[in-house]
T-cell receptor, first 113, second 114 residues
Framework: AQSVTQLGSHVSVSEGALVLLRCNYS??????LFWYVQYPNQGLQLLLK??????LVKGINGFEAEFKKSETSFHLTKPSAHMSDAAEYFC???????????FGTGTSLTVIP | NAGVMQNPRHLVRRRGQEARLRCSPM?????VYWYRQLPEEGLKFMVY????????ESGMPKERFSAEFPKEGPSILRIQQVVRGDSAAYFC????????????FGDGTRLSIL
């Protein structure tokens, strides 16, 4: 069975500061891992995905995430926060077959001017 | 995610009424997934359908909820005799085939029960 834990339901950073959103997963099979962003009253937009290729994954809007098997982690980072990054971020895991996603409870990112 | 179309965007129902949520997958996609997002929570899987088949409904409540994906037309998530606890955002996602990644999500239907 898969599950996802996102540490920190709310994260605040200053504009220009490093963004770090944490995600730990559990999976009985090699996982597929995803980060999604959700703006208010909108659906989910894919930021990036890990599907067993390179462990450092680069996504859109300057975000990247590193798959660390030993730590069962897939933390999302961005070197310099922008005001437009303020949103809800969800980490998700899939086992690759069956295609069901298991989502974390989300992290709300606030960017302080 | 504009390719997956959900309507209505907002739906208000009184307790005991029926709610029908529609999802048109991206062109060429024959797999549809429904998720529910309760306030302050992540998305929870409800049901996975292919055209005319329910593949996995392990996340569906046992009563009042049903889903279909007919040969023609959108997928429908139906909630009968709605209760306050059904208030949530319901998201649909589609993919072209089983195992294809990633799923593309619609903008959701926000269901409010009075």
């Amino acid at each position: 069975a898969q599950s996802v834990t996102q540490l920190g339901s709310h994260v605040s950073v200053s504009e220009g500061a490093l963004v770090l959103l944490r995600c730990n997963y559990s999976s009985s099979v090699p996982p597929y891992l995803f980060w999604y962003v959700q703006y208010p009253n909108q659906g989910l937009q894919l930021l990036l995905k890990y599907t067993s290729a390179a462990t450092l994954v680069k996504g859109i809007n300057g975000f990247e995430a590193e798959f660390k098997k030993s730590e069962t982690s897939f933390h999302l980072t961005k070197p310099s926060a922008h005001m437009s990054d303020a949103a809800e971020y969800f980490c998700a895991v899939s086992e690759g077959t069956g295609n069901q996603f298991y989502f974390g409870t989300g992290t709300s990112l606030t960017v302080i001017p | 995610n504009a390719g997956v179309m959900q309507n209505p965007r907002h739906l208000v129902r009184r307790r005991g009424q029926e709610a029908r949520l529609r999802c048109s997958p991206m062109k060429g996609h024959s797999h549809v997934y429904w998720y529910r997002q309760l306030p302050e929570e992540g998305l929870k899987f409800m049901v996975y359908l292919q055209k005319e088949n329910i593949i996995d409904e392990s996340g569906m409540p046992k009563e009042r909820f049903s889903a279909e994906f007919p040969k023609e037309g959108p997928s429908i998530l139906r909630i009968q005799q709605v209760v306050r606890g059904d208030s949530a955002a319901y998201f649909c996602a589609s993919s072209p085939e089983q195992g294809a990644q990633p799923q593309h999500f619609g903008d959701g239907t926000r269901l409010s029960i009075l």
